[in-house]
């Protein structure tokens, strides 16, 4: 995969893997006119401009996107492991049901192949994000979903990774809660463009911080809603 | 001082302390780094720097008269346990986490030293060798090398002040070495490639660099190294750098630099010292102790430290060939002399090496050349035997391995506490004990806090 150049930047990285919703419930029409999937699509790009922006990140963030749903309707990695520095946004278009815990498994066994090329490049890391998004409820059947929570729940206290999780509109929290000991957070309307500003700066924040150091994560309230 | 520690405006929480034996024949050498969340770094690298910078030395005084074996890893761990309790009187309470910080130390003598080592941080020793060709070169090659321990994550490292510190410390010793350089987690950006390799080019452009400069300015020379734009961008954290050259390097006169890479892998945790090749006990080494230049101290909290150091020692120094050669050739003599003097030990009827053939004896001694049993002295100068007595003259070697058996620290010091505030952080030992180099694990992280998340505990 060309996405990473581990020769010309041999920085260390901290990679974060997307998990996104794109089922059909992100058709849905929003208050501003666009779609769900649109405002997500227009966050994509709201996070890559704010990587731009950024030096430290940009040589030091690690991006993958997994997609559950859309037309292909599983889950299924939609933008491999990718420098900050080489990723370019792309639409996402959705459709089909929510396998979210095939999702989660995939983003972890992204995770893990991510450390193994760092390891083998002797590139040094911190510890990955997985960040999920989604906007209703697994669709999984029951055993893949337990599944994801016993290897989500074991990836957490292992600290293999770490897990956040965004809810959307009709989102299913407490479904949600049940993977990971940090409670997931809902975003406050259709706020994906500062969710992806906060997330940027947090990673940044993750790949500038040295032994000992406090990562402080940037302040959510841009896009959080406090009211859930 | 990193640019990131004078945005938030707090000190530089790096430290570092040099000592010098009083015979002016070990330097011991110190940095330590305090981490970045705990409250008093700077206080514990401080102390650690002072206390190992002084207390290593006394190691070269007991090599005076014992020889190196396993005690000495056994008196670095127990400086590291007086440290630990100096910490807790200063805390006035059992837990030290406010003191968190690495160690990095040194202590090198004529003969060799030991690199002391728990957590990130890098330590990178050598020889010298001058190449008299076309151009005049300084041949430096790497071979040894502490490598900074960090886990499996890069924002992650151990501590002295941690509860198994001892699971961490790492002792590696060295033989006779020319240089060392030492440099906490800051200046390893620019020492080390991906972390843990040996940036050579960097490190010979810095050599280079310094042996142009005036040995009262090359304190500052680093300084302003560290604190160029590149190397800010390497790394905003606090860098801080001891580039010890020994007395070799006095003959320097615009020699190129080159540097190659030929570390000896050393294994992880506590070696036996070894390597050391035993000082002669009938005869106390006098080597004098030209060639040093004061310690000059980089400027205090504010700026980036560097020390440049001179290793005691001339350039001939102790070593087998210099003991060695004298008692052979009064060997030589008194064989001759005896011959001289009618062979009262019938010397003549030994078979001994034909190059030492006497009087009338040339045509014998070729014959006996096949059947000779003493090897020829100038291909074997270790060992010379006469048929009569083996004389051996080799230094006894340092068999014995010593290992220590590291004791897991099973005392409940730090239980209470850990069990208390460490409730999410559970028996995983390789983190440092407060893990701030992510968000914490619980949420409070991501609540509507601007304020630093404070873990104190």
């Not at chain 1, 690690?62 to 309707?73: E, F, L």
């Not at chain 2, 060798?129 to 994550?153: R, V």
């Not at chain 2, 950006?189 to 042996?211: G, K, R």
């Not at chain 2, 040995?215 to 560290?226: C, D, G, M, N, V």
Request: hydrophobic share 35%; with cysteine.
């Amino acid at each position: 995969m060309s996405g990473v150049d581990y020769i010309s930047n041999p920085n260390q990285r901290t990679p974060c893997v997307l998990v996104l919703d794109t089922s059909g419930s992100m058709e849905s029409q929003t208050s501003s006119g666009r779609t769900r999937i649109q405002e997500l699509n227009l966050g994509l790009e709201a996070f890559h401009a704010s990587l731009q922006e950024d030096p430290a990140a940009l040589t030091r963030v690690q991006v993958g996107i997994i997609t559950v749903g859309g037309p292909s309707n599983d889950a299924s990695v939609m933008m491999d492991w990718t420098d900050a520095n080489y990723f370019e946004p792309f639409p996402l278009v959705a459709d089909g049901l929510t396998p979210l815990g095939e999702g989660l498994r995939l983003a972890l066994a992204m995770v893990e192949q991510a450390k193994q090329n760092l390891r083998s490049s002797g590139i040094s890391y911190t510890r990955p994000w997985i960040m999920v998004i989604t906007d209703g409820e697994p669709t999984d059947d029951e055993a893949t979903w337990q599944a994801a929570i016993q290897e989500c729940q074991a990836a957490e206290n292992g600290r293999k990774a770490e897990i956040f999780m965004i809810g959307v509109e009709d989102a299913n929290l407490s479904m949600m809660s049940q993977l990971a000991k940090r409670p997931p957070l809902m975003l406050e309307g259709m706020k994906f463009k500062e969710l992806f500003v906060w997330l940027s700066a947090s990673l940044s924040a993750a790949s500038r911080s040295r032994p000992g150091d406090n990562v402080q994560l940037a302040n959510t309230d841009p896009w959080r809603n406090v009211g859930v | 001082m990193g640019p990131a520690h004078i945005q938030t405006g707090t000190p530089c929480q790096d430290a570092f302390a040099t000592g010098i034996s009083d015979d002016g024949q070990w330097v011991s050498l110190v940095v330590s780094d305090g981490a970045g969340s705990a409250a008093r770094a700077e206080e514990g690298s401080q102390l650690v720097a002072q206390v190992f910078s002084e207390k290593l030395l006394d190691i070269a005084k007991l090599l005076h008269t014992r020889v190196p074996g396993g005690w000495i890893n056994d008196f670095v761990i127990q400086q590291v346990i007086h440290v630990r309790e100096l910490l807790r009187e200063k805390a006035g309470k059992d837990d030290i986490r406010d003191f968190h910080c690495t160690l990095v130390a040194s202590l090198v003598g004529p003969s060799g030293g030991f690199l002391i080592h728990i957590g990130d941080g890098s330590l990178i020793s050598g020889t010298v060798d001058e190449e008299l060709g076309e151009e005049k070169k300084l041949h430096l090659k790497i071979s040894n090398q502490s490598k900074p321990e960090n886990g499996e994550y890069a924002n992650e490292t151990f501590f002295i002040t941690e509860k198994d510190w001892i699971k961490h410390l790492r002792i590696t010793p060295i033989g006779k070495v020319d240089w060392l350089m030492l440099a906490t987690d800051g200046g390893c950006a620019l020492s080390l490639q991906n972390e843990s390799t040996p940036n050579v080019p960097n490190i010979q452009a810095m050599v280079q660099h310094l042996l142009n400069t005036p040995e009262a300015s090359r304190a500052k020379a680093i300084e302003a190294w560290l604190g160029t734009d590149g190397a800010k961008q390497l790394s905003n954290d606090d860098k801080t750098f001891i580039i010890c050259l020994g007395a070799k390097f006095q003959n320097y006169q615009g020699h190129l630099i080159q540097v190659t890479n030929e570390i000896v892998e050393s294994q992880p945790g506590i070696q036996a010292p070894q390597a050391i090749p035993k000082i002669n006990l009938a005869d106390p080494v006098k080597v004098s102790a030209q060639g040093l230049s004061t310690v000059s101290e980089g400027a205090v909290a504010g700026a980036s430290q560097a020390g440049t150091y001179a290793i005691p020692g001339k350039s001939r120094v102790f070593n087998l060939k210099t003991v060695l050669l004298p008692v052979l050739i009064c060997m030589i003599g008194l064989y001759l002399l005896s011959l001289y003097l009618d062979d009262p030990l019938k010397i003549k009827d030994l078979k001994l090496n034909p190059l030492l053939s006497v009087k009338g004896e040339a045509d014998k001694a070729k014959n006996t050349q096949q059947d000779s049993v003493a090897p020829a002295p100038d291909k074997n100068p270790e060992v010379i035997t006469d048929a009569k007595s083996s004389v051996n003259l080799t230094e006894p070697k340092e068999s014995e391995v010593n290992k220590v058996s590291v004791v897991n620290d099973t005392s409940s010091e730090d239980n209470g506490v850990k069990n208390k505030s460490d409730i999410k952080n559970k028996t995983d030992t390789k983190k440092k004990t407060d893990t701030k180099n992510n968000e914490s694990d619980d949420s409070s992280s991501l609540k509507n806090n601007p304020s630093k998340s404070s873990n104190k505990n």
